[in-house]
């Protein structure tokens, strides 16, 4: 499964780094797999497509399809029609590090690319 988002990165003077275009170091349209989260287990893939759908899949659960969007220079991941701000701590070609402000929590979540993984055509 894949699940791409794609943006660029600007850091902020004393923040997470900002998605502001769809250019430079991306995650749209790219397949990453998480490699360290506080609550997501490890191996879960997530594909942000160009087209603002989100996939996410691992081994032990069924796919899930969302979407998401940047405006304003804010991110959002919706999954089951529900939004979640999310802030990008990181994104370069080796490493997407987000942290999604769910309603049970922050989740940081940290994504490797998983290079053996083809995006869906």
């Not at 691992?58 to 979640?84: C, D, F």
Request: aromatic share 6%.
């Amino acid at each position: 499964m894949v699940l791409v988002s794609a943006c660029a990165d600007r850091a902020g003077p004393a923040g997470p780094r900002q998605t502001e275009t769809i250019t430079g170091a991306s995650f749209i349209n790219k397949v990453w797999r998480v490699s360290e989260s506080s609550a997501v287990a490890p191996g879960t893939l997530y594909v942000f497509l160009s087209d603002g759908t989100l996939l996410i899949t691992s081994e032990h659960s069924k796919p899930a399809l969302g979407t998401w969007q940047h405006a304003g220079g804010v991110l959002t991941m919706v999954e089951e029609s529900i939004p979640y701000k999310v802030d990008i701590l990181n994104v370069s070609a080796a490493e997407f590090r987000i942290r999604s402000h769910n309603p049970g929590g922050a989740v940081e979540i940290r994504m490797v690319p998983a290079d053996d993984v083809p995006l869906p055509r």
